[in-house]
């Protein structure tokens, strides 16, 4: 706790952080004014984005972690979650039955992913590598389309 008291003393800015549940009490009190919650919320973030910007983190690091985190939460929940609201509101059910084309392209972007992430380093050719991979996807798709039951 010594930590971080000495570091409300050095640094008022990270007074600002006392806005974040005053954010929360004001959209649940005032919900419809839009304005002061929008300046409130851009006072209460200024601190957590100085704190951000202390931590040594590498943004190849905070990109990486992005990108794979959505891919995965994409992978894990939306799509589980739209085939169940297939049969609640869709014209027609959803079902996760992949064609096998689209099983290899997952299976290939996930060894990508893994190889390009374990360097630890990026580079420009390694872009060049994704648009690449990008691009046989692209052609396999335009060439051979999945076949619909």
Known sequence: MDPLLKELRHNPMLW???LVPVVLV???LVPDAHTLLFVLSVLAIVPLAALLRKRPATRLDLSVGIALGSASQIALFVGPVLVLLSYAIGPTPMDLQFWPGA???VFVA???AAF???GGRSAWFVGVLLIFVYAVFAITLYLLPPQVP
């Open 16 to 18: 600002l952080l006392a």
């Open 110 to 112: 996930t060894l990508v």
């Open 116 to 118: 390009i992430t374990s």
């Open 26 to 28: 004001a959209a649940q």
């Open 103 to 105: 099983v290899v392209m």
